[in-house]
């Protein structure tokens, strides 16, 4: 019997979003005490904020051959107990298993980062900008509550760093038991997505400038986006704000992030061309970025500029995935590969910004090269934004 396509659907895939940073962006109000406690340096503290990134990249070409062989729902379904595995095992003492977690956390995200677009396609092509907006509102909302939320209801509930961390795993148990009926039952109103693609058309993908100038925003915007939720709270705390100050700074950033993430997929639907919303992103996040490096006394302004820049940012990208693709199994072809070499670029951001830290011992000039990066966005906002398919 075939199920129909509608509220239940778009709930699904927005809860699923919800799960998708929180495991990530949870660290970052952490990490000093997590840092302190195991005796790490800041390096070693970007190895374990950069792990799920660069398992984002390195998963995300297994995600369409999965939906291939399991179908979208199985493979979601799938990618959610990974994730609760992932928050399970960051409970059990040790620097190993809070890698071997990580990893687990990372791995779960990098799967379901590119089935969902493939969904979105699949189950509402003719509303490709409004539920792509929900879904990158859910993302930022996912971000701005684990930045937000961590660290005082970790106090209130005399939670350790562990414990706390684990608890976000609560919000991935809900998505999997949404998830679980759905994967029971598959949806049947159109062809799966191993039935609209062969080994020959994933392949072309990759020879496909335009699928790379999608993937080099994905990678760029989202090298600005990890590396300041790995670190902008120490960054505050180094200029004399408290770690809660900084926490609730970068969740402001997060949840202005909301706004822009939702915006920009809407506006984007209705557009031929998205140059505009690139640029205007890229423009955003610059100047975040250069108020934190030479001013960082006016956080709450570059903050605000962040915010929206890296919303509107990761919503463009995922409507891109989207709207660049002329299928459901093409869309899951384009993002496995934006979302893979992407999300490898987007790796550096964490993990150079801690060394570049400890080899300067300020965050200046980390802060400034990572602003070299808005140069490669912008040219890639440029070519992605015009109005063609991938071929």
């Keep these: 019997m075939r199920r129909p396509i509608g509220a239940g659907a778009a709930l699904a895939i927005v809860l699923a979003a919800l799960n998708l940073r929180p495991g990530v962006v949870a660290v970052s109000p952490l ?149 679980a009926p759905r994967a029971l039952h598959p949806s049947a109103r159109v062809a799966p997505v191993h039935a609209a693609v062969d080994a020959a058309a994933a392949r072309s993908v990759w020879r496909s400038r335009l699928a790379w100038a999608v993937t080099v925003f994905m990678g760029t915007q989202s090298m ?80 605000v500029l962040l915010g929206l820049g890296q919303g509107s940012g990761i919503g463009l990208a995922l409507t891109l995935m989207v709207l660049r693709a002329d299928s459901a199994a093409r869309t899951s072809e384009l993002s496995g590969m934006a979302q893979s070499a992407g999300y490898v670029l987007a790796a550096l951001g964490p993990l150079g910004l801690g060394f570049a830290h400890d080899v300067t011992g300020s965050w200046t000039v980390p802060l400034l090269l990572l602003l070299a990066g808005s140069v490669a966005q912008a040219v890639s906002a440029w070519v992605a934004g015009r109005d063609e398919f991938v071929r």
């Design 31 to 179: 990490i000093g005490e997590i840092l302190a406690e195991e005796n790490l340096s800041a390096t070693a503290g970007g190895v374990l904020t950069t792990l799920p990134v660069l398992c984002f990249g390195l998963l995300a070409p297994v995600a369409p051959a999965l939906a291939r062989r399991f179908g979208l729902e199985r493979s979601m379904f799938g990618s959610l107990l990974l994730l609760c595995a992932g928050f399970a095992l960051r409970l059990v003492p040790g620097v190993g298993t809070l890698l071997v977690g990580t990893l687990a956390v990372g791995c779960g995200i990098g799967l379901a980062n590119v089935l969902l677009p493939a969904l979105i396609k699949r189950d509402f092509a003719e509303r490709v900008g409004l539920m792509t907006g929900l879904y990158s509102m859910a993302l930022s909302g996912g971000a701005a509550l684990a930045a937000g939320l961590t660290v005082p209801l970790a106090s209130a509930a005399g939670l350790d760093w562990r414990a706390a961390l684990a608890s976000w795993g609560l919000l991935a148990v809900l998505g999997a038991a949404v998830w």
């Design 224 to 303: 600005a986006f990890y590396a300041m939720n790995a670190w902008m709270p120490e960054i505050l705390v180094a200029s004399g704000r408290s770690a809660a100050a900084g926490g609730w700074i970068l969740a402001l950033t997060n949840m202005l992030g909301i706004v822009g993430s939702f915006v920009a997929p809407v506006l984007a639907g209705r557009m031929r061309r998205q140059r505009a919303i690139g640029l205007t992103s890229v423009v955003l996040i610059a100047s975040g970025l250069l108020g934190l490096a030479l001013a960082p006394g006016g956080a709450i302004v570059w903050a």
